[in-house]
């Protein structure tokens, strides 16, 4: 790796929507750069593939460093800095964002923008990126350059006029795009000379050399063996390795001002060099850090519970580990009459509670019982104490509070025009307050409402997805907090009240998720050899109850020769499912009854 | 046809009489028909429906949609039982299931049975049964079939109240029913089966009493009595919910079953499997091979066989199967298929096992799987003695816990009857999730 001059770098990410082609194009460069070789490409592709496959979004190409002579004969570094593609990962996101000067902004041009593109593309206008729209897929017999075009014109405001043609698949277009980084990207400033200050924009732990760090260099200069302090987390480490990525790490001596790199320092945790954070010389530190950090704030809880009191040790080392390379994963020890041991677990958002759960489940081979997501509430008592409330069966009663608050977001959905009134229905049903609808080019629409964001973490996005038949997309963000009038629905099941199927609902609504839920326990704890009551209150009083019926026979009438294989399969199914079965009191109830009040 | 008479011998196996040392190789065969005259709406076996006219000839048959003839089936099937090895071990035990096996011609029915008996050698006091069903032969017929040597028939009865027979698809009517009965003391088939289905739309105990009292009436050696399982992808599974009317209530089939045992069982009839009665003497051999787990040969379309440890069933199709047949010959008969694991030996021994009311031999699972396996198998459904489901014959009634009392010859492990018997599964299930 040669010493390039900051004038010749340029610092780029890639905001796409899913599917529009981010990995192909991010793959197309490194190819066309001679980075990776052909050959070695298919390789990497299928492997990322794969990975990404098994571990939804946490494994991506965090960063590529790319060497491209370009027509004005000079050569230039392009750091390539990759982002996360999902809502719940946003603040790494502006993070990534904030390491760049510059953006390709992918659109497909056979489909048009998506909210989750567009939040990303108002990310990367706040940190003053350049954008330059790329559209994609231009091969395809569906591609409609000049409607997206206009589309992007008239949602982000951006002037397409400049806009590259290209086919990521086909090879189209990639020289355009590599010259136009190199042209309208502007070149980071020059501050070699300053104090370091680098940002970390992500990291990962590697159980021989500790935690990864991916920085880039905003100020100063960083070398082998500097001993570096974390700005936030205050802790400071001598550097055992340091390197480029390209993108496999290849180490160096020596890093400055404009440069993205990597470095290895016996870091014990990704906590201790968190995504914002800013690194500095422990012997020259900078003055003030870099904007932006913030610690990651837990936004969903829920309990996790091994069917298996015996794993509770296990489930507790699992989630040390997972925790060592995911800083925004909280959990504390809870326990409940009714599950035993477990914890109860922060998530930033649904999908980074599905991914904890499914990595605690597969990879460390976990029989868990996950009870339904929660928001944090803010309670206020009688004594004016403001508390925060994550599972809903710590709500103070009715005679200790004031008053409760419930966090709101904006949900800001872009549709094909038809399904506009069944969007607002769906919105207005989860007590969402109409705000702003756009009509964009060809009948496509945004729509924005304020959601409790109680509602949107049930099944929102599912309902979404299959009113709009899979076309409409979702962004949200937090923008605080509101008093509603709020009560605690208890569930009671064979006359015990169980703790983790309470739920905190809007009064209003209280009788109909009262209903629908034990209409919904019904249909999933299986029969017992007594008449099961289920019941939903509020504090006292009894809002809706049924009953599972006893189970009078479970037998196989036939099985003859053809059909042993068949009805094995029946009981096996069954015993599969037993395994799953929480006991409570005497009633066995099954993992997907305390997800229940999603599904409602 | 030169096959021995074997009409009047028929006799029930005794368990003590399991030949332990089975080595995989069958003596029992079955064979599907898989032809009816239309679907019950209750079926979801692979069958083609021919309708009422007598199949077309081959020659006549030039619909090449059409399922093809019966007499096409019949030289593939037999050209599969020729195909297949021979173990050396005679048949003792022949079944004819379906479908409906008495829309076979008597002549297509001996050319089945001289090939297995060829291919195989068919014992002198095998039992041959054939499962007919009214409205579908006539005296003839039967008597044809008894010269061809079935000497067990199974009558497809289902219930004896024509509006019930109705609606559930059936093609014949009470009188028919009385006609076949007729047919069969013509013929002097002194072993016939009846088959009664409890829990069908409209059914009530009153009916269900009054079938149970009609088929005692026409003093059948055996009787199965099925309880109604709506069948994913039937008719009634589109068109009815378990438990819901017009079905009867589980509260309502539950009590069905136990009137049927104790009706039954006071007419003399020994409760011997979860869905099957017979008179001292004349428990079905054929499907005792099931419930002990033992091998067996199974021929044509979708039929399942189990030899020398491979569990293997055919293809569902009939093109599928023919071509499969093809290459069964070409391959030289070897069927490629796993070796069940000791596992799933386990779990077939136990489900199979359980279902017979004299329940499983608690000395033969420790041969075969080991002592742990017994006591974990006593350990696990302790819970179930204590409920009154399961219990342990011999020993006095010794209790389940008593792990270290000694497993001597007879000491058995069953269900009651009827209670164990109507949560088999519960009790089962337990022992899956215990062995997997």
Redesign the interface.
């Known amino acids: 790796m040669t010493d390039v001059p900051v004038s010749r770098i340029r610092n780029f990410s890639i905001i796409a929507h899913i599917d529009h082609g981010k990995s192909t194009l991010a793959d197309r460069l490194l190819q066309v750069t001679g980075t990776v070789s052909a050959r070695e490409m298919k390789e990497q592709f299928l492997d990322n593939m794969e990975l990404e496959r098994e571990r939804g979004i946490t494994i991506k190409l965090q960063a590529a460093r790319m060497t491209y002579k370009a027509q004005d004969g000079q050569t230039y570094v392009l750091n390539l800095i990759d982002t996360p593609g999902h809502v719940d990962f946003s603040y790494e996101v502006s993070r990534s964002l904030a390491a760049c000067e510059g953006a390709l902004l992918v659109v497909d041009a056979s489909q048009g923008v998506e909210a989750q593109t567009l939040a990303n593309v108002y990310l990367a206008l706040e940190n003053n990126l350049e954008i330059i729209p790329v559209l994609n897929k231009i091969d395809l017999p569906g591609a409609e350059p000049d409607r997206v075009k206009q589309e992007i014109e008239e949602i982000v405001g951006l002037d397409c006029s400049g806009a590259v043609l290209a086919s990521a698949k086909e090879g189209i277009g990639i020289t355009d795009i590599l010259e136009s980084i190199v042209y309208l990207v502007p070149p980071p400033s020059d501050t070699v000379k300053e104090r370091l200050r680098a940002l970390i924009f992500d990291s990962y732990y590697d159980p021989y050399r500790g935690v990864i760090v991916y920085f880039r260099v905003m100020d100063g200069t960083v070398k082998k063996g500097d001993r570096v302090r974390l700005m936030a987390s205050g802790k400071e480490y001598e550097i055992d390795e340091l390197g480029v990525l390209s993108p496999n790490q290849i180490q160096v001596e020596e890093l400055h001002a404009g440069e993205v790199g990597y470095l290895a320092a016996a870091i014990k945790a990704v906590e201790d060099a968190r995504v914002g954070d800013t690194i500095t010389l422990s012997t020259a530190p900078a003055s003030i850090p870099l904007p932006g950090y913030t610690e990651a704030k837990p936004m969903v809880f829920c309990g996790l519970f091994p069917t298996d009191a015996d794993q509770f040790e296990d489930l507790r080392e699992a989630l040390e580990k997972l925790r060592l390379n995911d800083a925004a994963l909280q959990y504390e020890p809870e326990t409940s009459s009714a599950m035993g041991f477990g914890f109860r677990c922060g998530f930033l958002g649904l999908l980074h509670m599905e991914i904890v759960q499914e990595r605690l489940e597969r990879e460390y081979d976990l029989d868990l019982i996950t009870t339904a997501p929660s928001v944090v509430y803010k309670v206020t008592k009688l004594d004016e104490e403001e508390i925060y409330i994550d599972n809903p069966s710590l709500l103070p009663d009715p005679q200790y509070r004031e008053k409760i608050e419930e966090p709101y977001v904006q949900v800001d959905m872009i549709t094909p025009e038809e399904y506009v009134g069944t969007l607002m229905e769906l919105s207005q049903s989860r007590r969402g307050m109409f705000k702003d609808m756009k009509y964009l080019a060809q009948g496509r629409t945004t729509l924005s409402y304020e959601i409790p964001l109680a509602e949107v973490v049930t099944d929102f996005f599912d309902q979404m997805k299959s009113r709009s038949r899979g076309y409409a997309s979702m962004e949200y963000h937090l923008i605080g907090y509101r008093e509603n009038p709020l009560v605690k629905l208890d569930i009671l099941i064979n006359g015990d009240r169980v703790d983790p199927l309470a739920t905190i609902v809007h009064r209003d609504k209280a009788y109909y998720v009262g209903k629908a839920l034990v209409e919904k326990l019904k249909e999933l704890i299986p029969r017992h050899?007594f008449k099961i009551p289920l019941q939903a209150s509020i504090g006292s009083r009894i809002v809706a109850s049924e009953h599972i019926?006893a189970?009078?026979?479970?037998?196989?009438?036939?099985?003859?020769?053809?059909?042993?294989?068949r009805?094995?399969k029946l009981?096996?199914k069954?015993?599969?499912g037993?395994?799953r079965l929480k006991a409570i009191g005497t009633v066995d109830v099954p993992q997907e009854a305390f997800m229940a009040v999603l599904k409602l | 046809m030169s096959l021995p008479d074997r009409s009047s011998l028929s006799f029930s196996l005794d368990a003590s009489d399991v030949d332990v040392a089975d080595l995989g190789i069958p003596t029992a065969v079955?064979v599907?028909i898989p032809f009816c005259r239309r679907r019950c709406f209750y079926c979801d076996f692979p069958i083609a429906v021919v309708g009422d006219r007598p199949p077309l000839s081959r020659q006549e048959n030039t619909d090449p949609r059409s399922f093809g003839t019966i007499e096409e089936y019949v030289e593939i099937l037999c050209q599969e039982i020729r195909a297949t090895l021979s173990g050396g071990r005679s048949l003792d035990t022949v079944f004819f299931?379906g479908g409906t096996p008495s829309l076979l011609t008597v002549e297509q029915l001996e050319q089945i049975l001289i090939t297995l008996d060829r291919q195989f050698s068919i014992s002198a006091n095998a039992e041959i049964s054939m499962e007919i069903d009214p409205a579908t032969f006539d005296l003839t017929y039967l008597q044809g079939c008894k010269a061809a040597g079935v000497n067990r028939v199974s009558l497809g009865v289902q219930a004896f109240q024509a509006e019930l027979l109705a609606a559930c698809g059936r093609t014949h009517t009470p009188d028919d029913i009385y006609a076949a009965i007729d047919m069969i003391h013509q013929v002097n088939l002194a072993n016939f089966s009846l088959d009664l289905i409890s829990g069908l739309p409209h059914q009530t105990g009153e009916r269900w009493q009054d079938s149970l009292q009609k088929a005692i009436a026409l003093a059948p050696t055996h009787l199965s009595v099925?309880?109604?399982?709506v069948e994913p992808g039937t008719a009634f599974d589109r068109w009815y919910q378990p438990g819901l009317a017009p079905l009867p209530?589980?509260?309502t089939?539950?009590q069905m079953?136990r009137l049927a045992q104790q009706i039954l069982t006071e007419a003399n009839y020994d409760h011997y499997e979860?869905?099957n009665y017979a008179k001292s003497g004349y428990q079905c051999r054929h499907?005792r091979v099931?419930?002990e787990n033992r091998s067996?040969y199974?021929f044509g379309m979708?039929?399942?066989?189990?030899v020398t440890g491979q569990?293997f069933?055919r293809p569902r199709k009939r093109r599928e199967y023919f071509q499969w047949v093809q290459e069964l010959v070409c391959r030289g008969g070897a069927i490629d298929s796993p070796i069940t694991p000791p596992t799933e030996m386990l779990?077939?021994t136990l489900?199979?096992g359980l279902?017979l009311a004299e329940g499983i031999s608690l000395r033969d699972l420790a041969e075969k799987f080991g002592a742990s396996v017994v006591e974990q198998v006593l350990i696990c459904l302790q819970p179930y003695q204590m409920q009154g489901w399961v219990e342990r014959s011999k020993a006095t009634r010794q209790a389940l816990n008593r792990l270290d009392a000694k497993i001597e010859r007879g000491d058995r492990l069953r269900l009651t009857d009827p209670e164990g018997?109507?949560?088999?599964?519960?009790v089962?299930?337990?022992l899956?999730?215990q062995f997997?």
């Open positions: 050899q019926p189970l009078r026979k479970d037998v196989l009438a036939k099985c003859y020769g053809g059909d042993i294989s009805k094995k009981l096996q069954q015993a599969k037993k395994k | 079955y599907h299931g099925y309880d109604l399982t209530s589980d509260e089939t539950a079953y979860v869905s499907n099931y419930w067996y199974g979708a039929a399942a066989s189990y569990r069933s779990l077939d489900m199979l279902r018997f109507l949560f088999s599964n519960v089962l299930t337990t899956f999730e997997t």
